[in-house]
């Protein structure tokens, strides 16, 4: 495990994983750095209750261009991301299909399809990803459900600034 003290050595400056995204930038999932696209883009908005709300919007199909928008309660900790599951379905706010956002009932419909396949692949349990930094700054990550590493949920990410032209593309 890469302690404090090793990630002040590798030169990051702030070894709060999330503090980039206190100061308004966005988790870019699986970034494309030349052409400044992310396959999945996170923000995260801290409660007053003190919780903490994750939003996405994630690219799952390239033809037709498929984005969902989603948002679910998080727990963060130093290293890590953790919903308390539920069904996926419930946390899709939003979908588009080639730039054009799909009207109340058909999002309702898309969400309990895409929903349900995304169920039965990740499961409705506790979902985690663990972040480990990277020396050229980007975060390596894994993810579990219910404990289990899942290493179909494995990946990078990179904190942006969505005003550098960066957008969300597969």
Request: net charge negative; charged share 20%; aromatic share 6%.
């Amino acid at each position: 495990m890469i302690t404090l003290f090793a990630l002040a050595s590798l030169g990051l400056a702030d070894p709060d994983l999330f503090a980039p995204a206190k100061a308004g930038q966005a988790m870019c999932v699986n970034p494309d750095l030349e052409a400044k696209t992310c396959q999945g883009m996170a923000t995260y908005t801290w409660n007053a209750d003190g919780s903490v709300t994750s939003r996405n919007v994630v690219a799952v199909s390239p033809e037709p261009l498929v984005v969902l928008h989603t948002q679910t309660a998080v727990v963060l900790t130093d290293t890590t991301e953790c919903s308390n599951g539920g069904t996926f379905a419930d946390q899709i706010t939003r979908i588009e299909i080639d730039g054009e956002e799909v009207d109340e009932a058909t999002r309702g419909e898309l969400a309990d399809m895409i929903g349900a396949q995304m169920d039965a692949a990740v499961g409705t349990g506790e979902l985690c990803f663990a972040y480990v930094p990277q020396s050229d700054g980007s975060l390596a990550f894994t993810g579990s459900t219910e404990g289990r590493e899942r290493t179909e949920l494995a990946g990078t990410a990179r904190w942006i600034s969505e005003s550098d032209g960066w957008r969300v593309a597969p």
